[in-house]
């Protein structure tokens, strides 16, 4: 039995983190919001969040269901797909380590997502973009360099061209993500950040080549980005840092 | 051999998520910034940073270290002690469902410190505040409840006093802070938002009754709230939402 993904359907989200790591382990999943035939789509995605129906209510998407199981948060849902199909170490140690470094992803997207949405996620761009500019020059000065470096750093003492060294990992996946998605909300700037970060754009094009992560791609289950999702183009934010 | 936390001396901040949990287990640790004489003190947690001396070097306190292991991100560092000593189920699953919890409590975290920084964590409260101002009312309006009323709602079902049921777990010392902090921050909101989560409140004060809790919470090793933490006090934020 396969695993169902419920996320949003029309982005990629933080969604986006979990379709890639199901996608680089092969096994089949239903995304079950993008295929209402099979599951009912995004109604039966809202019943879960009431919680009348499970044990277990998330908060928000994404949630994956793995059997009686029906686990929330990304970083979670990763840790679980992490352990079962060896997307992380085996030991405590190598695990909790591969967790930390999601965390500090999740930290990171909550900061890019703020960049368009500063004051409200329930108002429009155009109620907050003068606070957009102001945070998005910030995180494009300040917060993205220190993100980036860190990570940079981390990739030269791994030892291979993943963050843990020469072993793929589901953070690895996200960083992809995270370059995916600056080079689409930030061209202009992500140019000139990208020279410091020589390590985490070559990791960034290794995943892009593993075979099924390329063949994903290239399908029609991968969504573009748009203006609805986490990373969202609007020219007035990409200033140079 | 005890454990060594290390985060900002002079603020509860994410720190003390950590503390509490710390403190529930009875274990000995030593708050290493605060205690400059045992172990150096912030120079020392400065070198943590820099990673130069450690393997898996942190983005940020807090982060604690136990033996060799250097664990950060406050919600990685809870998942281990709670694995630890008992803060959470035993079994997969509800050591899943836990750290769920504590991942959109993290997220409600970081939505309560961007009330007063919605521009950025580098610039001064009094440069954002015409910002903050429309930040802390939509938080207060829409936010605040929408998380209570989620954890309210998980009570509700979980057959006991705590998230979990009758099984303290580190999710239900996160919540206390929660509580706390917002009380601290906005005192005026607040009371008008208790009114619809009496278990939310109930669990609060369970916590507070915990021997171990309520001997720390009178003692020197609680930090004040104050106004550079997490939770600041500021009159013009507190509208009634």
Redesign the interface.
């Known amino acids: 039995m396969g695993y169902e993904l419920y996320y949003w359907p029309t982005i990629q989200g933080r969604g986006e983190f979990v379709r890639l790591a199901l996608e680089e382990t092969g096994e089949s999943y239903i995304d079950v919001a993008r295929n209402p035939n099979k599951r009912g789509g995004v109604p039966t995605m809202i019943t879960f969040l009431d919680?009348k129906r499970v044990?277990?209510?998330?908060?928000a998407p994404p949630f994956l269901k793995s059997g009686a199981?029906l686990?929330?948060?990304t970083?979670?849902i990763l840790?679980?797909l992490g352990?079962r199909h060896g997307l992380a170490p085996r030991n405590?140690?190598g695990r909790?380590?591969t967790?930390?470094l999601q965390?500090?992803i999740a930290?990171l997207v909550?900061e890019i997502h703020?960049t368009h949405h500063?004051?409200?996620s329930?108002?429009y761009f155009e109620d907050?973009r003068n606070?957009a500019k102001?945070?998005a020059t910030?995180f494009l000065q300040?917060r993205a360099p220190k993100?980036l470096h860190?990570f940079e750093?981390?990739l030269e003492?791994s030892g291979g061209r993943y963050l843990l060294g020469r072993r793929l990992t589901y953070a690895d996946l996200s960083l992809f993500q995270i370059v995916e998605g600056l080079r689409y909300a930030f061209p202009n700037a992500m140019a000139r950040l990208e020279r410091a970060i020589p390590r985490v754009i070559a990791l960034h094009d290794s995943v892009a080549k593993r075979p099924r992560i390329a063949a994903y791609l290239t399908s029609e289950r991968r969504i573009a980005f748009n203006e609805e999702g986490i990373f969202r183009h609007y020219q007035e934010l990409d200033t140079q840092p």
């Open positions: 919680g044990r277990h209510p998330p908060f199981l686990i929330g948060q970083a979670n840790f679980f352990m405590d140690a909790l380590w967790h930390q965390l500090t930290d909550v703020d500063p004051i409200s329930g108002l907050q606070e102001r945070r910030d300040y993100f860190y750093h981390i003492r």
